[in-house]
């Protein structure tokens, strides 16, 4: 027969245990409840910035200092029991109001970061687009102070001249993405749609690269801003690289002027010997002179087929197109001379 201080050591005994078992329910509905119970965040939302390496132990005590989390053990914990939760992705991330600490952590795991965008210009010089690089904040810059032929040798593409060769888009990318991954994903995107467009070449095409399809394509770009016009542009040049006129177009003069092009072009710019003056040369000038569009890029390959050897612009965006010289100089005193 158990002795009294058996009895009470029993009866302590299980309440004890009764105690330990209310006091882990009580934690546990603690614990759900916390998992289910949406974070302090403003209404608005906010901004989370996750640097590389960081554990969710470390951005639990974050979070609980901006008092966003009402408790880091219990984030802890849940990564305990859930080890894949715990393999949060570096990068910025938009916290919507109502988000639960369970599906925050679903957003973080599965790196669905902001994203930024950059908008490359059909148009644009290799310069330009540079120089819109580096405004953008959220880009890594690795390629500031580097030389263009520098750049080319980061890419992996030393002795290539830089300009025209990214495609103009516009991009999306996380913070932290390097102004070096932007352009190797312009540069992929050129040569793509290069390759593209050269096998759609017609049998008798004057052009003997994809590069210099790059080269006139370019010179397209830069003659209209009107779609409807860039494959009569085309065909035009085209058709007197085959007859082996000059091409005789005042974008390449422009280039070839660089910082000294003031808006205007002399006469004695157009009698300069640059490379780039096809008024002087013959052919292609050794370059692009600017990023062309998809839209350029095809007319090159996809040219009106008419007899026009010449183009003047007329003043609203359009251009009189002619066949002959006498035409041609008909036009100029009309929509130029105003005569």
């Known amino acids: 027969m ?51 390496g960081m554990s969710l132990g470390k951005l639990a005590y974050q979070l609980e200092q901006q008092k966003i989390l009402e408790d880091a053990r219990l984030l802890r914990l849940y990564g305990h029991f859930h080890p894949e939760a715990t393999r949060i992705k570096s990068g910025e991330y938009q ?29 644009w010089t290799f310069a330009q687009m540079m120089q819109a690089a580096h405004r953008r904040s959220e880009l890594h810059h690795s390629l500031k102070g580097l030389s263009s032929e520098e750049i080319m040798q980061r890419l992996g593409h030393e002795g290539e001249h830089p300009e025209g060769r990214f495609f103009p888009d516009t991009y999306l990318y996380p913070r932290g993405f390097s102004d070096l991954e932007l352009l190797q994903r312009a540069y992929t995107r050129m040569q793509e749609t290069l390759a593209q467009a050269w096998a759609q070449r ?43 006129m000059r091409l005789q177009t005042d974008p390449t003069v422009i280039y070839g002027m660089g910082d000294r092009y003031q808006g205007n072009i002399r006469r004695k710019d157009l009698r300069e010997p640059t490379p780039y003056n ?35 612009a007329k003043g609203d965006g359009s251009h009189q197109f002619s066949a002959t010289l006498k035409q041609h100089n008909a036009a100029v005193r009309k929509y130029q001379l105003k005569k």
Request: hydrophobic share 45%; charged share 15%; with cysteine.
């Open 95 to 123: 916290l919507s109001a109502g988000l639960t600490p369970v599906t925050m952590l679903d957003l973080l795991v599965a790196g669905k970061t902001i994203s930024h965008s950059i908008t490359l210009v059909e148009g």
């Open 202 to 244: 017609p049998e008798d095409f004057p052009l003997k690269s994809p590069y210099e399809l790059l080269i006139l394509a370019s010179i397209v770009e830069k003659e209209t801003g009107m779609a409807g016009e860039r494959d009569r542009i085309a065909g035009v040049f085209l058709r007197r690289l085959k007859k082996g």
């Open 278 to 312: 096809t008024y002087v040369i013959s052919g292609l000038p050794p370059t692009p002179i600017c990023m062309p569009g998809q839209e350029a890029i095809f007319a090159v390959v996809n040219p009106v087929e008419e007899n026009a050897l010449y183009f003047v």
């Open 2 to 52: 158990p002795s009294p201080m058996q009895k009470l050591f029993r009866k302590s005994a299980i309440a004890l245990i009764l105690l330990a078992g209310l006091a882990a329910v009580l934690l546990w509905n603690h614990y759900k409840a916390f998992l289910d119970t949406p974070l302090a965040l403003p209404e608005q939302g906010m901004v989370l910035n996750v640097p590389q």
